[in-house]
């Protein structure tokens, strides 16, 4: 493990950049610690975040004393403005990265706003997550870093100097200057890429998240917050597949120096699924008929064979290994890549599935299978594997539960299927759905409601609560005002509220497989609030709305997890879960989203 002193920010004080196919996170100090390149699922070349500076940075900053910084998002786009105050003066840092063409840029531009600031650039490439260093020669307008198959050229007029592995550049920049550098991923193989122009490619990118953020149909009291999560989404999402990830980091931990670490840069069936229904309710269609393409090729083949996990563009073997020569944010390791819940059964996939297949248009091309057939494939296989036991949502790597989330998803899944066949007279062996969605709701509301506690528990037979319980009224397995939907949020609120946030479960109860603890998963106090509004008690829901969204950081970003002891954030960075459950709830609270009843909830009047 490297002595060097750890380089990384705290996880509220970054921001991200992306073009819809990979991400870069840049600290308030100016510095790039993490990116990976070519797409999401890359080894990093900026990998500083989870180590030291020599894992890969690039800082671009006053060289004296910074008096003060304050950042933002440019109006409804994702280029982000660092402004810095010395004593000499002011500098603005426009730092974005362009829709992507044949390859993928960073743009940073530093803007004279006030006086004469002294900056200074270091650059510090570090290839396969921090561990190569590359060759790096000189070119005309920059240089140019190689090792095998990856190159990274930089371009400015800015003079740059090699000292020891890194390159720095000093340079003054007075009110109304600009200079700018571009740092563009290609192949070794080919040739440099040709030079960018800045301003046009600023002037475009801002053009590009305006269009697309101008789209969106809420209108509501959140805008604001809810623009954000929507733009974050998107900027999630890979889009030569229609693939959503759900985070651009690996192994921030969910608790400082544990062992909690995972790899999030790949596709969820079920984070993809809660993401394009969030985007469908805001009126973007186009991201719904893509993500169904992917699904269709990511799922191809026997329903037996479904996932959980997925890379970007549906492929299916996702090995977990340790990078050991990084220390960890914080020191917390192991920092894994890959993913090893790819190999895990969670029966609630296939109810987030089918249930986004219900709402998702056709797509008018050359995928021609229809949401229909995969809805009855699907199941039909699930009509065989209801009754077994799985891991559950939380991906557990203990032993296999019969969880009552994932039986309540197993429901959803055929009520869907068999709407969704009442309503086009679509194929499939219809009665028998209808007999396992019965059988299976009267068995959640036997072996999964404890009469005791007045609540829905995490297993059947079990004594615990479970987060995911939350969302049993949302899917409409029982109407809102059912005493038993009402008792489960009370009794969540009572029971596994800690200092305010609502916890996954008791880790310190249940075998989880893993040691250590973990902070609130904030997408569970994010259901609360949706459940608290559902239910009547619409204060005390708009009170604890408001306090979630004062968790995010000054620009709007959320990661999955919050320790409120040490009160910061944990946890991947920026998390989908996290802002699908914030746009959830402020559709909600504003009168724009209410649960589809389940058929199953007439069968009981």
């Known amino acids: 493990m ?96 362009p829709p992507r063409d044949e390859h993928s840029h960073v743009v940073r531009m530093v803007r004279g706003v006030r006086g004469s600031v002294a900056m200074q650039m270091d650059l510090t490439i570090r290839f396969d997550y921090g561990r190569t260093i590359p060759w790096v020669t000189s070119l005309e307008d920059g240089l140019r870093a190689v090792a095998g198959s990856d190159m990274v050229t930089l371009r400015t007029k800015a003079q740059l100097r090699g000292v020891g592995m890194s390159t720095l550049s000093e340079f003054t920049v007075n009110k109304g200057e600009t200079m700018s550098f571009t740092l563009t991923n290609s192949s070794s193989m080919a040739e440099a890429p040709p030079v960018l122009s800045a301003d046009t490619v600023l002037d475009e990118t801002e053009s590009f998240w305006k269009e697309w953020s101008g789209r969106s149909t809420y209108d509501g009291p959140y805008a604001q917050p809810v623009e954000r999560s929507l733009m974050t989404l998107k900027a999630l999402t890979y889009r030569p597949s229609g693939g959503i990830i759900a985070a651009v980091t690996t192994s921030l931990p969910e608790k400082i120096g544990g062992e909690r670490n995972w790899d999030y840069r790949y596709c969820w069936l079920r984070d993809t699924a809660f993401t394009l229904l969030v985007l469908m309710q805001a009126g973007y269609v186009d991201e719904a008929v893509e993500w169904r393409k992917w699904l269709l090729r990511a799922i191809a083949g026997a329903p ?16 977990e290994w340790e990078a050991k020569w990084l220390p960890g944010y914080e020191g917390s390791r192991p920092v894994r890549i890959g993913n090893a819940a790819v190999d895990q059964f969670q029966l609630d996939v296939f109810g987030e599935v089918v249930a986004a297949l219900y709402r998702t248009p056709e797509a008018g091309d050359d995928l021609r ?42 429901w959803l899944a055929l009520d869907r299927a068999i709407k969704h066949y009442e309503k086009f007279d679509g194929g499939g062996d219809v009665e028998r759905w209808r007999i396992n969605r019965d ?49 489960t949020s009370e009794a969540i609120e009572k029971r596994l509220m800690k200092d305010g946030f609502v916890q996954r479960y008791d880790t310190g109860k249940m075998d989880d497989g893993l040691g250590s603890t973990e902070g609130a998963f904030l997408a569970c106090s994010f259901w609360l609030v949706t459940n608290l509004w559902l239910i009547g008690r619409k204060d005390d829901a ?20 919050y ?14 879960l996290s802002h699908i459950a914030l746009v959830h709830a402020a559709f909600a609270m504003s009168g724009l989203w209410k649960p589809e009843p389940g058929s199953t909830v007439e069968r009981l009047k």
């Open 304 to 319: 037996e064979q479904v996932q959980t996990i997925y890379g970007i563009c549906g492929e299916r073997q996702i090995v």
């Open 542 to 561: 708009k009170a604890m709305f408001d306090r979630l969204l004062a968790l995010q950081n000054d620009v709007g970003l959320l990661s999955e997890e």
């Open 2 to 97: 490297s002595t060097k002193p750890l380089h990384g920010s705290l996880i509220e004080d970054y921001s991200m950049i992306g073009d819809c196919e990979t991400a870069a996170l840049v600290s308030r100090e100016g510095s790039i610690d993490w990116l990976c390149w070519p797409n999401f699922a890359s080894p990093a070349c900026f990998a500083a975040l989870l180590g030291t500076r020599d894992h890969g940075f690039w800082k671009i900053a006053p060289a004296g004393e910074v008096k003060a910084t304050r950042r933002q998002y440019r109006a409804h786009t994702l280029i982000v403005e660092t402004t810095f105050e010395t004593e000499e003066g002011e500098v603005c840092l426009i730092d974005f990265m």
């Open 439 to 487: 059988m299976i709701h009267d068995e959640v509301c036997e072996k999964g409601f404890d009469k005791e506690l007045n609540s829905f528990v995490q297993a059947y037979g079990s004594k615990e609560l479970d987060a995911s319980c939350l969302r049993i009224g949302l899917v409409g397995f029982l109407p809102m005002d059912d005493p038993r939907i009402v008792g």
């Open 369 to 410: 299978v229809s949401a229909t057939s995969v809805q009855a494939a699907l199941v039909n296989h699930l009509c065989k594997i209801w009754t077994e036991p799985d891991e559950g949502i939380w991906e557990t790597r203990g032993e296999p539960q019969h969880f009552t989330h994932s039986k309540v998803m197993a």
């Open 563 to 576: 320790d409120a002891g040490e009160k910061r954030m944990v946890g991947n960075f920026p998390q989908a």
